[in-house]
């Protein structure tokens, strides 16, 4: 399946260097809290040359930084791991799913989740606390592979919109679920039914070493729009947003420049 | 411009300025290293780790459905390690699916086998090959203190699926091999997956890039697109993923080409073969 791939060219603004830090926090701040603004689904779907989980870990930073608790289904890593990189402040927000350590109940010591992955994952829809909360999916794809399609998507539908659920006499803050989903793990017919559940879906991609999130809005009442936004993930899991793609790919993509003028031949 | 030079799989790995994701660094948790091959044999890279933790004084486990026994301590023998050795003094386990495939027939039906799913018709789950690896690496008693982290190596993972397998059992299979080795006893995993290229064996691909998915550190061996060379076997090609220290993405991927010799496989930049230059 051809991943999107849309190379924007830079900006030919100067700017001065304290304007730029303002501009580059500004820019991390849109594209996170746009992603965060909408409640729903949150899809981002990776690959293994480009992987989601940092952005999906910057994400929940993000929400928790903004004082929502965040509750992670931890499918694929160990709860050190996951939290590895997290300041304290960020992980006493976090409560942590383990459906890593024993997710099929092989131990048989009563320490996994006891109805499993499809019972934790409806937990998560039964919902006690009305306050804005952050449920993170890691992964998807592993829930994909381990129950029918049509089920995770009803209770995907169920936990996404817990909000409207008709007879709810306490308003309740919108929920935001962020959903990692491996791409290549799948054919196109259970990647089309998530994404047709995504209020935003994040589609990671990248070249020369560079990484970009190809970014798609479905906005209630609105056309769907497109966002591309190149970027690196900076070891606190805080976003450092690009202007452009790399010199060298834009050096290339200018149709006047031919590719071998200036270069020196390596021999 | 890389200059031309002949190095080993470990200095590659340390010149690029990597944590050790092999031994030395004391870290956290394991690291699961997937092995791949395309369209040529990477077979040689199983024998370099099985012969490296040994030489490194690891506790291993070596689940081998592939080649027979003698054929693994032969070619170890070559690379400095005797594998009769080992296993004698309990450092080596060592699980002969050829021999033991045919032992599973033979033993009556409660007494649990790693291999029991070749008696199963609807082949179910990779448990007992599970608790299996878990028996062979669990901390012993003060005699296996000597041993430094366990590691489980599996050569490999595909003939599972001709063996009637399913992608999902082997991925759950190596998912629960991740929790206790890696996580709980703080081992490395090293793994052999091959890629099956044009022939559309969807199974396949869901295993392989449900391991690349799952591991630290890929190293796939490609066939060159020209075809075969005398000088110039193969190359490979390094993928770094989930490091602990995040950095550029731009050092995340090397490839060397590589030339397999009776005792050793030299590696160097693209096009600098010695034997071109």
Request: proline residues 10%; negative net charge; hydrophobic residues 25%.
């Given at each position: 399946m051809p991943r999107p791939f849309h190379p924007e060219g830079a900006g030919q603004l100067s700017v001065t260097p304290s304007e730029s830090v303002r501009r580059g926090a500004e820019r991390e701040l849109e594209m996170l809290e746009s992603l965060l603004a909408l409640g729903g689904l949150v899809l981002l779907r990776d690959s293994v040359e480009w992987e989601g989980r940092s952005l999906l870990k910057a994400l929940i930073k993000k929400s928790a930084a903004c004082g929502e608790q965040v509750h992670i289904l931890g499918c694929e890593v160990s709860e050190e791991e996951f939290r590895e990189g997290f300041d304290s402040h960020v992980n006493s927000r976090l409560v942590y799913h383990d459906l890593f350590r024993d997710p099929l109940n092989w131990?048989?010591?009563?320490?996994?989740?006891?109805?499993g992955p499809l019972g934790a994952l409806r937990a998560?829809?039964?919902?006690?606390?009305p306050g804005p909360v952050t449920i993170a999916l890691d992964s998807l794809s592993w829930l994909l592979l381990h129950l029918p399609c049509t089920t995770l998507c009803q209770t995907l539908h169920a936990l996404s919109h817990q909000d409207s659920c008709?007879?709810?006499?306490t308003p309740v803050e919108p929920v935001h679920v962020l959903g990692l989903l491996h791409?290549?793990?799948?054919?196109p017919g259970p990647v089309g039914a998530l994404s047709s559940l995504a209020q935003a879906e994040v589609t990671l991609s990248g070249a020369m070493g560079q990484a970009s999130a190809h970014i798609l809005y479905r906005r209630p009442r609105q056309r769907p729009t497109h966002q591309t936004q190149w970027f690196s993930i900076l070891p606190d899991f805080s976003l450092d947003l690009q202007?452009?793609?790399?010199l060298e790919l834009q050096r290339h993509a200018d149709?006047?420049?031919?590719?071998?003028?200036g270069s020196t031949a390596p021999w | 411009m890389l200059a031309p030079a002949e190095g080993g799989l470990l200095d590659l790995l340390e010149s690029s300025q990597?944590?050790?994701?092999?031994?030395k660094v004391p870290r956290k948790h394991g690291k699961l290293t997937l092995l791949c091959d395309a369209?040529?044999?990477?077979s040689f890279l199983v024998h370099h780790f099985l012969s490296f933790y040994l030489k490194a004084n690891c506790k291993v486990c070596f689940v081998a459905l592939i080649q027979s026994f003698s054929h693994y301590n032969i070619v170890g023998q070559k690379l400095g390690v005797s594998l009769t050795t080992a296993r004698e003094r309990g450092q080596l386990v060592f699980l002969e699916g050829l021999k033991s495939s045919v032992d599973v027939f033979f033993r009556s039906q409660e007494e649990p086998h790693p291999?029991?799913?070749?008696?199963?018709?609807?082949?179910?789950?990779?448990q007992p090959l599970f608790e299996f690896v878990r028996e062979a690496l669990k901390p012993g008693d003060n005699?296996?203190?000597?041993?430094?982290c366990p590691v489980l190596l599996v050569d490999d993972l595909s003939v599972l699926l001709s063996l009637g397998v399913g992608a999902v059992a082997v991925l759950d299979f190596i998912h629960y091999c991740r929790a206790t080795?890696?996580?709980?006893?703080?081992g490395n995993i090293v793994t052999l997956v091959h890629d099956?290229?044009?022939?559309?064996d969807e199974e396949n691909d869901v295993l392989l890039n449900g391991l690349s998915h799952q591991s630290h550190l890929i190293l796939r061996a490609e066939g060159l697109a020209t075809g075969f060379c005398r000088d110039v076997h193969g190359q490979l090609r390094i993928l770094w993923r989930r490091p602990s220290q995040l950095t550029a993405?731009?050092?995340r991927s090397l490839t060397y080409q590589y030339k397999i010799q009776d005792k050793s496989v030299s590696f160097f930049a693209k096009g600098m073969s010695p034997a071109v230059l």
């Open positions: 131990s048989k010591t009563g320490e996994a989740l006891p109805e998560m829809c039964r919902r006690t606390n008709p007879g709810n006499s791409e290549e793990l799948h054919g202007r452009g793609p790399p149709p006047h420049t031919p590719p071998t003028a | 990597r944590p050790c994701v092999l031994l369209k040529t044999d990477g291999l029991q799913f070749l008696r199963e018709a609807n082949t179910g789950n990779l005699a296996e203190a000597a041993w430094r080795v890696c996580c709980e006893l703080k099956s290229g044009d022939a559309e993405q731009r050092d």
